[in-house]
C-alpha cells in the first residue's frame, strides 16, 4: 500500500525546515523511525533539494512543491518540483569553507536511483528514492 503527503511551499528559506517537519511527520505516521526505514536520509534529502529549488528553481513569485510516497517494502520516494528547466549538476565545493556544491553530491550518495523529469513549460521534478 502507497501513502503520500504532497505539499506547496513560498520560495523562502524559512520553507526548508518546514518541509523537512512535514516529510518527517508524515513518514513517522506510517511507521518509519530512526532505528528502521529510511526517515532520516528522506528528510535529509528534503532538505537538500528544497534548498536547491529556492536557491536554483525560478520560484520567484510561485511556490515549489513537494511529495513524499512511503511504498509497500518501507522504501521512500521523494519529488521536489520548481519552475526552472536547469537541470541540477554535480559539482564539486572547491574548498573546505564552500556553502554550496554539496548538495547533489550527498543526494547521489544516499540515494538508491534519483533523476529528473521534465515538466515541458512548468519546470521540473527531481526525485529520489531511498530504500527502507
Same mark, same amino acid.
Given at each position: !500500500?502507497?501513502?503520500? #503527503?504532497?505539499?506547496? @511551499? ?14 518527517? +511527520? ?12 529510511? @526517515? ?18 525560478? %520560484? ?5 512543491? %513537494? ?5 509497500? #517494502?518501507? $522504501?521512500?520516494? %521523494?519529488?521536489?518540483? +520548481? ?6 549538476? @554535480?559539482?564539486?565545493?572547491?574548498? /573546505?569553507?564552500?556553502? $554550496?556544491?554539496?548538495? !547533489?553530491? @550527498? ?6 536511483? /534519483? ?7 512548468? &519546470?521540473?521534478?527531481? /526525485?529520489?528514492?531511498?530504500? &527502507?
Amino acid at each position: !500500500m502507497l501513502r503520500r #503527503d504532497a505539499f506547496r @511551499l513560498p520560495p523562502h528559506p524559512a520553507s526548508v525546515p518546514l518541509a523537512r517537519t512535514r516529510v518527517r +511527520d508524515h513518514l513517522s505516521a506510517w511507521g518509519q523511525t530512526a532505528d528502521h526505514g529510511a @526517515l532520516d536520509d528522506t528528510v535529509l534529502l528534503v532538505s537538500e533539494l528544497a534548498t536547491n529549488a529556492i536557491l536554483h528553481g525560478l %520560484v520567484v513569485e510561485r511556490e515549489f512543491e %513537494v511529495a513524499v510516497t512511503v511504498l509497500a #517494502d518501507g $522504501s521512500c520516494f %521523494v519529488e521536489v518540483s +520548481d519552475e526552472s528547466p536547469s537541470e541540477p549538476e @554535480l559539482r564539486t565545493a572547491d574548498a /573546505w569553507e564552500d556553502e $554550496s556544491g554539496r548538495g !547533489m553530491r @550527498l543526494l547521489d550518495a544516499v540515494a538508491e536511483a /534519483w533523476g529528473v523529469w521534465r515538466r515541458g513549460r512548468y &519546470g521540473k521534478t527531481v /526525485w529520489a528514492l531511498v530504500r &527502507g
